[in-house]
């Protein structure tokens, strides 16, 4: 089924004091914001060269320059995370969809390719990725329709949002197949870990410039 899997991204324009306000301090508003774009446009043109039906960008926002072609536009619903995300999946109801966020700069198309690959949907209704803060990075599912039942309700940004999301695929009988762990971008440590996974990335190179000139708390030290 390569090729025929809509791959969602679901993003913030990254604006200062809207995104990545936990990188603040040791970061200024700006540099968390540049950061957010960094891990953006290395998040898109990763899913860019990764074969898909279509793309699309669920953004929150207006998109800027960090959005290359090749990408559909639409706006997030309102509502929490859960109805943001059940109403991204709901939208394409014509195959098998899979969605990611804007907090993994590390991603690349090896990492997606379980999911895309010929027979990556034989056996199974669901992909989970799940996250190391507890959460998860990815989520896919064979009907996208489903998507409603399946994440409305689900509390977001908790140490158990991805335990319990994975076990509301599995109590409503999906078969499920995992990605690996990943690491999402919340705090300085999470930023510095990350950057050092992926050097030449535009995080990385973002992350280097703001270097000396963050001012470390104690607590990101």
Known sequence: MTGEVTLLVIAKEPVPGRVKTRL??????????????????????AVLRTPARRRVLVLDGAPGPWLPPGFEVVPQATGGLDERLAAAFARYDDGPALLVGMDTPQLTPELLAPALAPGGWDGCEAWFGPAADGGFWT??????????????????????TGEIQRRRLTDAGLRVRDLPPLRDVDTAADAAEVAAAVPRSRFAAALGRFADSAVLTDAAR
């Open 24 to 45: 603040t301090p040791p970061y200024a508003p700006w540099q968390a914001a540049a950061l957010a774009e960094a891990a953006l446009a290395d998040t898109l043109h």
């Open 139 to 160: 989520l896919g599912l064979s009907e996208p329709a489903l998507a409603p039942a399946l994440i409305r309700g689900v509390a977001m940004s908790t140490p158990a």
